[in-house]
C-alpha cells in the first residue's frame, strides 16, 4: 500500500490475566480472527485500517505492531497471572508516540486513533493506572471504547480512561463473537465517515444486545 495512504490505526488492548483462562481467551482469538475477516470485506477499511494488538497480564506488551490488513496475523494469546493495566496503558501511549504519523507541512497525519479495551477484572498496578489513565485522558491522543466483561469487571476503572464503557454481562463464547463484530462494525463505520474534523467525536453503532452502556 501507498505511504501516503492516511491510515485509520487501531489498537487492541487485550486483558490476558488469569481470570481469562479458558474459553474466555478462546474466544478472544476467534473474535480477533474473525474481526480481521470482516474487515479484509469492506473496501474502505481494508485500504485505510491498520491493526495493533496489546496484551496485559503480569507484563504488557504490544503483541503485534501497528499492521495493514492484509499482513495482519493473528498473536497467540495465552492467559495466566495478574492485570497489569496501567502498564498496558503507558505501551499504549509509546506505541501511538512512536507509529501513528503526525501532520507535517506538506503532508497530513494519520487519522485520530481507535483503541478498544476488554477487560474482566480491575488493574493490579492501581496506582500506575491512575496515573497512565489520567495521562492518556487529558492527552486527548485517540478515540477510546471499553468493554466490562462481566460482573466482576470493575467499570471504575474504565471511566478513568473513558466515557465511552460498555458492559457485558454475559461471558459465553458467543457474547465475545458479539462484542468483536461491534468493533468491527465500528472500524467500517468510522472508516466510512473519516473526513470528519480532527479531535470529533465518533459515531459508534449501537452496542450488541444484551450489552449495556455505562453511564
Known amino acids: 500500500m501507498s505511504d501516503y495512504i492516511r491510515r485509520l490505526p487501531v489498537y487492541l488492548l487485550i486483558d490476558c490475566s488469569g481470570s481469562m ?4 481467551i478462546e474466544a478472544v482469538k476467534q473474535g480477533i480472527k474473525s474481526l480481521v475477516t470482516e474487515l479484509k470485506g469492506d473496501p474502505q477499511a481494508l485500504e485505510t485500517a491498520y491493526l495493533s494488538v496489546i496484551t496485559f497480564a503480569s507484563t504488557a506488551r504490544q503483541e503485534t505492531a501497528l499492521t495493514e490488513l492484509m499482513l495482519f ?8 497471572g495478574a492485570t497489569m493495566f496501567g502498564r498496558a496503558l503507558d505501551i499504549l501511549m509509546e506505541c501511538i508516540n512512536k507509529e501513528v504519523r503526525k501532520s507535517t507541512e506538506t503532508q497530513k497525519g494519520d487519522w485520530r486513533p481507535l483503541v478498544f479495551i476488554l477487560t474482566d477484572g480491575a488493574p ?15 492527552m486527548k491522543i485517540a ?3 471499553a468493554c466490562a466483561a462481566g460482573a466482576d469487571a470493575d467499570t471504575t476503572y474504565l471511566k478513568m480512561v473513558t466515557d465511552n464503557v460498555v458492559m457485558m454481562n454475559n461471558l459465553s463464547s458467543g457474547e465475545f ?3 468483536f463484530a461491534w468493533v468491527s462494525g465500528s472500524i467500517k463505520m468510522t472508516s466510512k465517515s473519516i473526513d470528519a474534523a480532527p479531535g470529533q467525536g465518533i459515531e459508534l453503532p449501537p452496542p450488541p444486545q444484551g450489552f ?3 453511564p
Do not use: H, W
Open 124 to 138: 493490579s498496578d492501581v496506582v500506575d493506572f491512575q496515573r497512565a489513565a489520567a495521562e492518556l485522558k487529558n
Open 177 to 179: 463473537a458479539k462484542f
Open 21 to 24: 483462562l479458558g474459553e474466555r
Open 212 to 214: 449495556q452502556i455505562v
Open 73 to 80: 496475523k493473528e498473536p497467540e494469546l495465552k492467559a495466566s
Open 143 to 145: 478515540n477510546i471504547i
